[in-house]
């Protein structure tokens, strides 16, 4: 099921792709590279299935290991690469950034712009913690999904990568329709200062040097992830549920305290993120969800 999404969500932005070449510098090199990624998920999993059957024969192998090992976390990049491409699908259909209509709704809704209002509160320390809360946004789904992997609950294991393949899904095509960049671009000079911290600080803007994807902030992705994997963690995990709860919920107001998102783009991450929960979950009753050979 997890690659029935994956590739769905690949056909339909290769179809906007193609639609919408005329707003695209390199349409047939995304298209190429989208192409490129179905064959390799597709030899990933082939090489996989005949590791499986020969280990049937021979004994479990360090081969079979390294393949089983692939197949079950290739998701992690998968998703890291949808996100980066967005890069380059942010003016696929509208070629103006949206950002005003966001800070209009942020304003009406507090009666300041939060990012630059919470500046008052700046310290080294504070925002080395919110830096922090931010990181752990990459620990969720390996968390969870390590646990499941070690106790080989494969049913479990992969429902939570699908439940976070449909809210990345939604919130990837949302994004190429709806082109936000962020405070941290639409809002540059409102603040006094930039935000000076500590190793976490540190690590963050290293981050966001080689990684930032200019625009896709809304919704956020940070959050629909989050959100989805907390809950898996409510269905598969209750203990766990109520660590992440408390982790989630200050790593989304790290997000506006970094500049990095609108308050609008966290209700749209918590939207999608619980869309993919439900949508995902539905997905994974349906009969043959997770083929033999793949668990």
Not at 103 to 121: A, C, R, Y
Not at 146 to 155: A, D, F, N
Request: proline letters at 3%; one cysteine or more; a positive charge.
């Amino acid at each position: 099921m997890f690659e029935w999404v994956a590739f769905s969500y690949l056909a339909l932005s290769s179809v906007l792709v193609a639609a919408f070449s005329h707003n695209l510098a390199h349409p047939w090199k995304l298209l190429a590279t989208q192409a490129l990624t179905v064959t390799i998920i597709l030899l990933l999993c082939a090489a996989y299935a005949r590791a499986e059957s020969r280990s049937q024969l021979t004994g479990v192998t360090v081969s079979t290991l390294f393949w089983h090992f692939w197949r079950h976390w290739y998701p992690h990049l998968f998703f890291l690469f949808c996100f980066e491409e967005l890069a380059y699908l942010v003016h696929l259909v509208n070629p103006t950034w949206q950002d005003a209509k966001l800070i209009t709704f942020d304003h009406w809704m507090f009666g300041v712009h939060p990012s630059v209002w919470l500046e008052q509160f700046a310290t080294p320390l504070r925002n080395d913690l919110f830096q922090l809360a931010y990181l752990t946004y990459f620990v969720y789904l390996l968390v969870l999904g390590g646990i499941l992997y070690y106790r080989r609950e494969w049913h479990a294991y992969w429902s939570v990568m699908t439940y976070s393949a449909v809210a990345y899904a939604i919130g990837y095509l949302i994004a190429a329709l709806f082109p936000i960049q962020s405070p941290w671009f639409a809002m540059a000079g409102m603040w006094h200062a930039d935000l000076h911290g500590g190793p976490f600080t540190a690590t963050i803007n290293f981050i966001e040097h080689y990684g930032r994807v200019r625009g896709a902030a809304f919704p956020s992705e940070h959050v629909a992830g989050s959100v989805a994997v907390v809950w898996g963690a409510w269905r598969h995990r209750r203990w766990l549920f109520w660590i992440m709860l408390p982790l989630v919920a200050a790593m989304c107001v790290s997000t506006i305290w970094g500049r990095y998102h609108y308050v609008a783009d966290i209700f749209g991450g918590i939207i999608t993120g619980t869309l993919g929960y439900f949508i995902g979950f539905w997905l994974m009753n349906r009969k043959g969800s997770v083929a033999t050979s793949a668990t």
